[in-house]
Nanobody, 129 residues
Framework: QVQLVESGGGLVQAGGSLRLSCVAS????????MGWFRQAPGKEREFVAG????????YYEDFVKGRFTISRDNAKNTGYLQMNSLKPEDTAVYYC??????????????????????WGRGTQVTVSS
């Protein structure tokens, strides 16, 4: 069983930055592909970014392109989401998700939450205007 623990959320002013971390345990981290999702109050959970097992393939939702960067450090069993130029509409609970060995390497596959096996509990990000 894989456990995922997110951290790094908080309150930041518009235009500011945060870096989220997701520490994984219970399985060889380099065998897991990862995604970041978010859910704002009253809205459905939505995809933010995804990264393949090696970090060689990256996927971003349009609304974060150029502002957010997903990365991973397999030696530290940790994935990251660097968020810059934050906007009030980025306010949400951010979730880390993982699965063992992707079957496909396409945006739609990484975007689909049902393809992930493991989820963290989330970390709150609040962006004030």
């Amino acid at each position: 069983q894989v456990q995922l623990v997110e951290s790094g959320g908080g309150l930041v002013q518009a235009g500011g930055s945060l870096r989220l971390s997701c520490v994984a345990s219970g399985r060889t981290f380099s065998s897991l592909s990862m995604g970041w999702f978010r859910q704002a109050p009253g809205k459905e959970r939505e995809f933010v970014a995804g990264i393949s097992e090696s970090g060689g393939r990256l996927y971003y939702e349009d609304f974060v392109k150029g502002r957010f960067t997903i990365s991973r450090d397999n030696a530290k069993n940790t994935g990251y989401l660097q968020m810059n130029s934050l906007k009030p509409e980025d306010t949400a609970v951010y979730y880390c998700a993982a699965r063992a060995r992707s079957r496909y390497y396409t945006f739609s596959y990484f975007q689909n939450p049902s393809t992930y096996d493991y989820w963290g509990r989330g970390t709150q990000v609040t962006v004030s205007s």
